[in-house]
């Protein structure tokens, strides 16, 4: 798994899977099961999420350094 948790974010993941489960389906699932349904989507997802922000960082570093050379040759004296 590529992503680690800090304790509080994984525990209010916990409480929000809980609570989507409550709200949607009327269910009351245990904090292992939400945990379990954590790691599941987390393992199943985690490098699809991971890999579209690399993408869109390369997209943000790619269009920032096209800004710079524009205004490098901007500053060209002719």
């Avoid at 269910?27 to 393992?43: C, K, M, Q, T, Y």
């Avoid at 985690?46 to 993408?55: L, V």
């Amino acid at each position: 798994m590529l992503l680690q948790w800090k304790k509080e974010h994984k525990d209010q993941a916990i409480r929000d899977i809980q609570q989507f489960f409550y709200d949607e389906r009327g269910e009351e699932i245990g904090e292992i099961a939400a945990e379990n349904v954590l790691d599941f989507f987390s393992a199943q997802l985690g490098q699809h999420f991971y890999n579209q922000g690399i993408k869109d960082s390369l997209n943000v570093v790619r269009d920032r350094l096209g800004a710079v050379e524009d205004d490098l040759y901007a500053l060209e004296r002719k």
